[in-house]
Every structure is written in C-alpha cells, then in structure tokens.
C-alpha cells in the first residue's frame, strides 16, 4: 500500500483504535517505508513536550471577571423588574381592541406629524449624537484594556488614565483594573489603579479587592493608600483585614501606626 | 453548561478548574506566548458568559469551547500581529534522570513544531495534545474526518522534515532561538 493511501489509516493506529487487518495493513506498510515509521516515532516523541502550567493568577483574574459581570448583569436584572413594574398600565387593556388601537393610531398619527415639524432635524441630530456618544466610549474602554495590558508601566499607567475618563466602565475593564490594583509589577501603575478604581465603590466587588489587596500587597506606600482609601469609604467590613494586617510581624511600623488609626475610625 | 447557560454564573467556576490548564496549553503550544495564552484564556470564558445562550443542548461541550478557543485566537490575531511568537525558555525543561539526548531531541522537536505552518500546528495541537476526537476536530476546521486525518498526515511529514533539518544544523537552531526568530506562518 502507497503512503498516500497509508495516511487515512495511520492517525488511527497512531491513536491505538485501528484493529483487525486494517492494523496489519498499516504494521506491514510501517516495516516496509522509512518515512511513514518515522512519523509515527515522531508521533510518540511528541508526548516528550511537557504541558506548560497556567500562573495562580488566572483564578483571580477569572474571579473578579465573573464579580464584574455579575455586578453587571445585577442591574440589568434591576431595569428587567422595573420593566415588570410597569405592567400596572394592563389597566388600559381596552387599548388594544380595534377601535383603541385605530384611536391610537390616529393620537400617535398626529402627534408624530407634530413633533417631526417641531423638532425633525434636532430630533435626528441628538440621536447622531447619542450614537456617537456611545460609539466613542467604546472606543476609549479599549484603548484602555489594550494599554492596561502593555509591557511598559507609563502605558499602563495611561491605560489606567484613559479609565478615568468614563464614569461606568464596561465588566471587562473594570476586571482589567482591579488585577492592575493586585498585580501589577510597578507600584506607580498600582497606586494609579487604586485612584481610579476609588471612583466605583458603588460595585462591591471593587471594595473587597481592595480589601484583598490589603493583604497582598508588600509596598508600604500602597498598604497606606489602602488604608486611607478603606477610611475614606467608611468601609466599616475592612476592619477585620485592618486588625489582620497590624499583627504581621514585620509589617512597617508607620503601615501599623495608620492601620491604627484607621481602625478607631472605622469604629 | 447547561447550568452556566441557563444563568448559574457560579457553575462557571467549575468549567474553570477544569478547562484553563487544557486552554492554556492550547495557547501555549500554538502561540509560544505565556502572556498571551493567559489573556486568551481569560477572553474564552468572557466569551462563554456572553454566548452562552447560543449553546444547544446536546453540543458536544469540548468541541464547543475550542471553537470560541479559536475564534478568540484568530480575532486577536486580526488586530494585532504575533510579535513574539516563542519564548526560548518555553522549551522543555530539564528533567531529573532525563538522558540528554533525549531532552536535546524534545527540544528540537518543539521547536521544529514552532517552524510548522500555524494551520498545521493547531492540527497537531488539537490532536496530540489535546487529544480530541477527529470529528470534533473536522467540525472545528470545517471539513470531513477523512481530510483531518490526510492533513494530519501531511502535517507529521512536515514536522518530521524540519526535524531532520533542525538536527543536520542544531548550532545554526540555537542561534536562531536565542534571537527569537521563530515567526509562525500566516494562515493561508
């Protein structure tokens, strides 16, 4: 048999499901060609190259991913029940029958006519505008993400800048930079992210990375901003991590003293 | 999934555990990019959780996280070019009792992997190292289970050409790793 003809066959006996004469077929052929024998040695040595191990980080990345999303999808549940509440106008069911409905047509008729002569052309402008708007903002969440994840710190440090920009960023940023604030090499991009992120305390998963990162974190500076960034909250739930954080035996003596103060003032 | 789909993001966590390692290896293998396998992986699961309406039960779950694996891929891909495609130190590591032939052969043949055609390598990819079934291969690639089964043939024959080529000159090879210069061919 051709090699050609081998080659349908061999993947499977490569795999070890081929049975019967199709395997002896393909043992004969692989005793007889060089080539295909060596491609199934090759097909062996392949096992050699071991897997490569994702980082610990990814679960947390993951982690506050899925926070952020949810924190998303929570308030459009909420718009989902307003909705829900809006169905108190069944009382005007009647609306719907024939004659409501040539009545309506006929009011909302009228008053379209009346509108598009009052307002046409500023009507159209605003909503070019609005489409602009949001068009523009998405541009400027992934300018963000994309700098957030560059290899230089200052572009980083930019891409944290560029969040500042928007007041409700999209799930994926707002991950983005809570794994800045926890995992970020430089403490100028960390510090940066923290700034930013004190601006969305309203979504709780922002507080309790920075709670996290409280314990994380090795930089006296950036244990401080946390702390002072905890009182500024009045987070009274970071008090634990607070008295945590005191009883490290080596931590920074002003670190300690501020987590003192931050304790007594939380409560 | 099903659960994940019909809105317990928590289950998620589950798919997680116990996906990222086989995704990131996927990446890993194909790309020769730690950083990036990382992200993608990350990009996978967002992409589940936007599109996980569009999964029907019955889908053979696998082959359907390869598919945005994939589709996630080639949308990077789209916006920006590899610029590092191989990281030298991504080479098999030295291993206790390994004989050093060997470790110096399974290191040629990754980097000869590095050198195939990137359609070739994600073939290889999917099918040695992940380890899925030629159907869910053939769906992924869009084609029938005979031609994955041709291609991966092919795909072997070329490895093992590089291979010979990489071994007839393994200091010109080390050369070459140590500048990076491994750029994975365009998909054609």
Redesign the interface.
């Known amino acids: 048999m051709k090699c050609e003809e081998?080659?349908?066959?061999?993947?499977?006996y490569l795999r070890e499901v081929l049975q019967g004469d199709q395997k002896k077929v393909v043992e004969r052929h692989l005793e007889s060609c060089v080539?295909c024998s060596?491609?199934a040695g090759?097909?062996k040595?392949?096992a050699?190259?071991?897997?490569?191990?994702?980082?610990p980080?990814?679960?947390a990345?993951?982690?506050a991913?899925?926070q952020a999303?949810?924190a998303g999808?929570g308030s459009e549940v909420v718009t989902r029940r307003a909705d829900k509440g809006a169905s108190i106008w069944s009382v005007f069911q009647w609306l719907r029958s024939p004659v409501g409905a040539v009545a309506w047509s006929i009011a909302l008729v009228a008053l379209g006519t009346y509108m598009g002569l009052q307002l046409g052309s500023a009507k159209s402008n605003s909503q070019d505008l609005a489409a602009m708007h949001t068009e523009l903002t998405s541009m400027r969440q992934m300018v963000a993400l994309s700098m957030l994840?560059q290899q230089s710190a200052s572009q980083r440090l930019e891409g944290v800048t560029w969040t500042r920009r928007e007041e409700h960023l999209d799930p994926?940023v707002l991950s983005a930079l809570m794994h800045t604030l926890r995992y970020d090499q430089s403490v100028d991009v960390r510090l940066a992210a923290l700034d930013a992120l004190s601006r969305h305390a309203g979504q709780p998963q922002v507080k309790k990375t920075v709670v996290d990162a409280l314990q994380e974190q090795q930089s006296p500076l950036m244990q401080v901003a946390l702390i002072d960034q905890l009182v500024e909250w009045r987070d009274a739930e970071a008090a634990p991590g607070l008295k945590k954080l005191r009883q490290l035996p080596n931590l920074n003596p002003t670190v300690r003293q501020r987590a003192d103060w931050a304790i007594s003032k939380l409560n | 999934m099903l659960q994940v789909r019909d809105g317990a993001g928590e289950t998620l966590g589950v798919l997680f555990e116990r996906y990222h390692a086989p995704l990131y290896n996927f990446y890993a293998k194909l790309t020769g990019d730690r950083a990036l396998s990382e992200d993608l992986v990350q990009e996978v699961f967002l992409r589940i959780l936007r599109h996980r309406q569009t999964f029907r039960d019955g889908t053979p779950f696998r082959a359907w996280i390869y598919q945005i694996a994939r589709n996630a891929r080639i949308d990077h891909f789209r916006k920006s070019r590899p610029q590092v495609p191989f990281e030298p130190e991504m080479a098999p590591a030295v291993t206790p009792g390994d004989p050093a032939q060997q470790q110096q052969e399974s290191e040629l043949l990754h980097r000869a992997m590095m050198e195939l055609p990137e359609e070739k390598r994600e073939l290889l990819v999917l099918c040695r190292f992940q380890e899925l079934p030629y159907e869910d291969v053939a769906r992924l690639v869009g084609c029938g289970v005979a031609t994955v089964k041709v291609r991966i043939h092919r795909a072997m024959q070329e490895l093992r050409q590089i291979f010979h080529q990489l071994q007839a000159a393994p200091a010109n090879s080390t050369q070459r790793a140590a500048a990076q210069s491994f750029p994975p061919r365009r998909m054609t």
């Open positions: 081998i080659a349908v066959l061999l993947p499977d080539e060596e491609v090759l097909w040595q392949l050699l190259i071991p897997d490569e191990q994702p980082s980080a990814g679960r990345r993951f982690d991913m899925l999303y949810q999808q994840q994926q």
